[in-house]
């Protein structure tokens, strides 16, 4: 199974996720969205090797929990949206409020008042069972906490949209941690070959075609299409220039220890993702040590992706005790996917 990302070629995802950075440093993912100026965040660490216009199209945040490595991205993140007119929602465990108020509160602010660009930041809470608690931080406000409510969920779908929602899930790290899973409502692929036979232009029309067909929008729906004659979605269904499927999910677990407990509930939000980020950043032989500190291992971050039976499993949050050794860590990662059974300590 390859431990790296592949992009497939006449398929057109609603989001294209990748690591933010390489495999040493803080753990975190990008879903840049195809098409469009707007991107997500799993978890707020080094955020330095994206460019100021990728991190400008953020605007939502999902943070697994607020030690520094995942969550000190936020003074780079507010650098750049500071001065446009935005609304940045961060979500997070018990606690990211606070966090969220403390960051904030450690500058100064005089400078701020109601003709300054209309930003704002809410912090959505998880409970970890039912209860999503919004608070408000406005530029325009000097960045004072407004609590919004309680949103009661249903399920724990942090953020649902007609295109695709974000589920969370609480792992044991010695504190709580949150893996998400992004889940696209469904999949419409785009086949080159037919647009070709059928002369049209790859293009952000694309976009809106794929919105009608998620939206159930009939066969007789207009698709505009720039420089062409527009087509019905009945036209680009037949001609299998769109075709359906179930839609892209997009796992993201990281700082979590290797417990039955821990290892059970990743299986059910990972089992059958197409993609699997997941921390594995210790050499087997320091499995105590990896113990110790509520981390898995590269073997066993394989052996959970074997079991998940996901698509593509990435390996990343490599401990930087392994500097120069990066090639073993990939080699017990593979092994660990080599493995169906995780065995996980009790
Ligand atoms: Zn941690």
Known sequence: ??????????????VQPRLVNEPFGDAGVLLDF???SRA??????????????????????????????????????LRFLLNRTAELQIFGPPGLTDAVEAKLRSYTWNLLNETSADFSIIAAEWNLKDELTRSRFKARGR???????????????????PDFHIEAIELDHGIPCLAFAFQESLRVNVHKTALDQLSLPVGPWLTEA???????????????IPGHRDMTLGDLLSAKALVTGPGERVCYATDLAFTDANVSRLLTLAGGSDYLFIEGGF?????????????????????????????????MHFSPRYLGQEQSLIEEFRAGLADQAPHADP
């Open 210 to 224: 794929k919105r009608l067909v998620r939206s159930h929008g009939g066969p007789g729906a207009v698709v505009q």
């Open 1 to 14: 199974m390859p431990v790296r990302i592949l992009q497939e070629r006449h398929v057109v995802f609603l």
């Open 34 to 36: 195809t098409f469009k």
């Open 283 to 315: 050499l087997d032989e320091d499995k105590a040590i990896a113990a110790s500190k509520r981390h898995l291992t590269a073997l066993q971050a394989g052996s959970i992706a074997a079991a998940a039976r996901v698509a593509r499993a990435v390996p």
């Open 40 to 77: 997500i965040l799993f978890d707020l660490g080094d955020l330095s090797p994206l460019p100021a216009g990728t991190v400008s199209k953020i605007r939502h945040v999902f943070v697994s929990h607020m030690h520094m490595d995942h969550f000190a991205g936020f003074d780079r993140m």
């Open 143 to 161: 960045f004072d906490r407004e609590t919004l409510g309680v949103e009661v969920l249903a399920s724990p779908r942090l953020l649902v949209e």
